[in-house]
C-alpha cells in the first residue's frame, strides 16, 4: 500500500488561524479528489472531530511529549497508509511546548521529517511580518518552513505591502486568505465547540472550502509535502481495559483518541459503544466499561435522568467488571455534580464524591502517573490535564499519583473503591 508524503500546519501562535486553514485544506483538496489523511499535535481532542468532518475519515493524535518516537512514527505510518497526503495540524505556536521545553508542533515536524506550512495572522501588521518569518526559519535548521499562508489580510493594498516584504525571505507565499468574519468557529470554556453543535457548520466548511479553494495555490502546497521519516523505535501501546470494552460516547462524553481505541481492536478487544444521554446502559457481557471526558456538566439534567444508565453501572460494579472514568467520566461516577448555576444533579453514585463547576478553577498540564490499581496498565503512564470543575471526595486511596512535565509532585489524582476508579487525568500512553 503506498505511503502519503506529509506536511505540518504551524503558526507563530494560537489564534493564528491553524484549524481555519487545515479545515479549509482538508474541505478544498477531498472537493478535488485528493485523499487527505489528517492529524493533530498533541493532546487536542476538538480538533480531530473537525478533521474527521473535513476529511470525511478519522483523525489521530500525535502527542511529542506523552508518547514515544516508535509510537508517533507508527501511527502516523498507519494514518498516511493508502492516503494522498498527510496533513498534521500545529499546536499552539511552532516552538511552544510542555513547561520542560519539550513536546512542539517543532518536535514532531523534525521526528517525522515534515515540512512546515507557517500560518501567520496579518492583523494589525505589514511590513514586519517578513521579520517574523525570517526569525522562525532560522531559529532552529532541522525544522523546515516551506511556504507560508497569510490570514486576515484587511485589503488588496495590505497584501502587496505583505508580499513585497515577504519576497525577502525567499520562502514561497502559497496564499493570502481575506479577513471574513464567517471565517470563525465558536469557542466555549474548554475550547471550540463540537461540530454537532454548529448548527451552520456545514455551511461554514463549504465556505473555508472555498475560501482556501479560491486564495491558496493548492497545487504548488502538495508540492511542498515530503515522505515520512521511516520508524526508528517500536511502538508502545496501552493494553486494552478488558476484552469486551462498553464505551460511553455521545455529547456528554466525546473525548475519546483515536488511537487508544485502535489499539485495543489490534489486542482483539471488542468494543461497544453505548450513549448514557440517550439512557443507554452499557452492554451486560462486557468486562470492562470506559467512561471518557467530555461535557457532562452541560448536560446535568438528562444524566441525572438516565435511570437504565445508572443501573448499568451499578450491574456492572456488582458482576465485578473494571469501571474507569476521565474527567468527564469521572464526575459521572460520583455521586453529585454541581453546575455552574450551582445546581446539583445526581449522578451514578459509584464513588462517594461530589464535583462542581459553580467554584471554577483552571487546571492545565501534561502529567506523568503513577499507579497501584486494578488498571491493566503499565505502572507508569503520561496524560494530561485540563478542567474547571473540583472534586470532594475522603477516604478512599487516589488513583495517580502525578508529576507535571517539570517533575513537580502534584496533588494525588482521583480515587478508586474496589474496581470503580477515576480521575480527571486523560491517559495517552506508557511512560
Not at 514515544?68 to 505556536?93: F, H, N
Not at 439512557?279 to 446535568?300: K, M, R, S, V, W
Not at 475522603?394 to 494525588?412: C, I, K, N, T
Request: negative net charge; contains cysteine.
Amino acid at each position: 500500500m503506498s505511503l502519503a508524503k506529509g506536511m505540518v500546519i504551524a503558526a507563530p501562535r494560537s489564534g493564528s488561524g491553524k484549524t481555519l486553514v487545515t479545515l479549509g485544506l482538508l474541505a478544498a483538496l477531498r472537493q478535488r479528489g485528493v485523499n487527505v489523511a489528517p492529524a493533530k499535535t498533541g493532546p487536542d481532542y476538538i480538533d480531530p472531530v473537525f478533521h474527521a468532518e473535513a476529511a470525511g475519515h478519522a483523525s489521530v493524535n500525535l502527542d511529542p511529549w506523552a508518547m514515544s518516537p516508535g509510537q508517533i512514527a507508527a501511527l502516523a505510518t498507519r494514518q498516511a497508509s493508502g492516503a494522498d497526503l498527510l496533513l498534521v495540524e500545529g499546536v499552539m505556536g511552532l516552538f511552544d511546548a510542555a513547561a520542560d521545553g519539550n513536546g512542539s508542533t517543532a518536535d514532531l515536524a523534525e521526528m517525522l521529517g515534515l515540512p512546515v506550512i507557517f500560518v501567520i495572522d496579518a492583523d494589525k501588521q505589514s511590513q514586519s511580518i517578513a521579520a517574523l518569518v525570517s526569525g522562525f526559519a532560522h531559529w532552529r535548521p532541522a525544522v523546515r518552513i516551506a511556504g507560508i499562508i497569510v490570514n486576515r489580510v484587511a485589503s488588496a493594498r495590505h497584501e502587496r505591502m505583505l508580499a513585497a516584504s515577504l519576497r525577502a525571505t525567499a520562502i514561497p507565499v502559497l496564499g493570502f486568505i481575506p479577513r471574513h468574519a464567517d471565517l470563525i468557529i465558536p469557542e466555549r470554556h474548554l475550547g471550540l465547540t463540537l461540530p454537532g453543535e454548529i448548527a451552520t457548520f456545514a455551511g461554514f466548511l463549504d465556505f473555508a472550502a472555498q475560501t482556501i479553494g479560491d486564495f491558496v495555490d493548492l497545487d504548488a502546497l502538495q508540492s511542498l509535502a515530503a515522505p515520512l521519516l521511516p520508524p526508528a523505535a517500536t511502538s508502545m501501546a496501552l493494553p486494552p481495559l478488558g476484552q469486551h470494552i462498553a464505551i460511553a460516547c455521545d455529547a456528554a462524553f466525546a473525548f475519546l483518541y483515536s488511537h487508544l481505541l485502535e489499539g485495543w481492536r489490534a489486542a482483539g478487544a471488542e468494543l461497544s459503544l453505548f450513549s448514557p444521554l440517550a439512557d443507554e446502559a452499557p452492554n451486560p457481557t462486557a468486562d470492562a466499561i470506559f467512561l471518557p471526558g467530555g461535557y457532562p456538566e452541560l448536560h446535568g439534567p438528562a444524566l441525572a435522568a438516565a435511570t437504565h444508565f445508572h443501573s448499568g453501572l451499578r450491574a456492572a460494579r456488582d458482576r465485578d467488571a473494571l469501571i474507569y472514568g476521565e474527567c468527564g467520566g469521572f464526575m459521572a461516577l460520583g455521586e453529585a455534580l454541581i453546575d455552574k448555576d450551582g445546581t446539583s444533579h445526581s449522578m451514578s453514585g459509584l464513588l462517594p464524591m461530589t464535583t462542581r463547576m459553580d467554584r471554577p478553577k483552571r487546571v492545565l498540564g501534561y502529567r506523568r502517573l503513577i499507579h497501584d490499581s486494578p488498571l491493566p496498565w503499565p505502572p507508569g503512564l503520561n496524560g494530561h490535564e485540563f478542567h474547571y470543575s473540583s472534586a470532594k471526595q475522603s477516604g478512599l486511596p487516589p488513583l495517580f499519583e502525578a508529576l507535571d512535565a517539570e517533575g513537580v509532585r502534584q496533588l494525588p489524582m482521583g480515587a478508586f473503591l474496589g474496581r470503580v476508579m477515576g480521575s480527571y487525568a486523560h491517559v495517552i500512553a506508557p511512560a
